[in-house]
């Protein structure tokens, strides 16, 4: 097997495992929404809320916020957040006051709600540990992968080949000048959708995959950045292979 990074901005990375099994990226992505254990907002006490929004429902907002999950944290316990505001005001998650400075809303910009003139909140709010299998918001990242792309244009010179390119989703088609090409280093990015291909024939641009070759993507919502999450995510699963292999 070899890894290749395509990208890594810390938040986000891109990287084509080479030589590797499909089930196994496909156990990966699962663990990663599945199985890696974050803190979400579980509890809330709503001392006063005089606002158009139902206590329920500024409660399930309040739990969608991704929130910084430091690991050398983990399952230490609950942190909490309070918040006191009064209108007129656009409450953000920034707003949220925390118990600790290293566990913060991850998106500080997030809208929680807007208070009209004279509503007012006064809550607070606590964390619990969970994972994706418990409920979707401890999930840290959006994660996807797909075989590496081949194309295949026979001659490129192809009338009406900027047509062609525009019908491409991730813009990576060039065509000026009635010549067709794939844009440098923007194969890894064709999502297989074949919008190309279908429109101009097989004969002109031909999509087909690589099957030794898996383009992996994941997208952090915050709580961790991605090599946190990609080392959560190995020792879940190499738990579960081991307890697998105990009780055998
Ligand atoms: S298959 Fe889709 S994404 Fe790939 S080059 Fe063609 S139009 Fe673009």
Request: charged share 25%; glycine share 6%; with cysteine.
């Amino acid at each position: 097997m070899e890894v290749e990074v395509l990208e890594n901005k810390g938040n986000a990375a891109k990287f084509v495992l080479k030589n590797f099994n499909v089930s196994l990226a496909n156990a990966i992505r699962r663990t990663i929404i599945n199985g890696v254990k974050t803190l979400a907002i579980e509890d809330v006490m709503v001392y006063k809320n005089t606002s158009s929004m139902y206590d329920e429902v500024l409660a399930a907002r309040l739990g969608l916020i991704p929130i910084k999950t430091p690991v050398e944290l983990k399952d230490k316990g609950k942190f909490s957040f309070k918040l006191k505001e009064m209108g007129p005001k656009a409450v953000h998650a920034s707003d949220l006051i925390p118990s600790d400075k290293d566990v913060t809303p991850a998106a500080p910009g997030m809208l929680i709600i807007n208070l009209s003139e004279g509503e007012s909140l006064d809550l607070e709010a606590e964390t619990v540990w969970g994972n994706g299998e418990a409920h979707t918001k401890f999930t840290p990242a959006h994660v996807f992968y797909h075989f590496y792309p081949k194309i295949t244009i026979p001659d490129s010179k192809v009338k009406g080949a900027s047509k062609i390119a525009s019908l491409c989703p991730v813009d990576i088609l060039d065509g000026e000048k009635d010549t067709l090409s794939v844009k440098k280093g923007k194969l890894s990015d064709c999502t297989l959708c074949k919008a190309c291909e279908d429109y101009a024939g097989s004969d002109v641009i031909n999509v087909s995959s690589d099957t030794n070759k898996i383009v992996f993507d994941i997208e952090s919502w915050g709580q961790l950045g991605i090599k946190d999450i990609m080392l959560e995510t190995m020792s879940t699963l190499e738990g579960e292979v081991s307890e697998i292999a105990e009780k055998i």
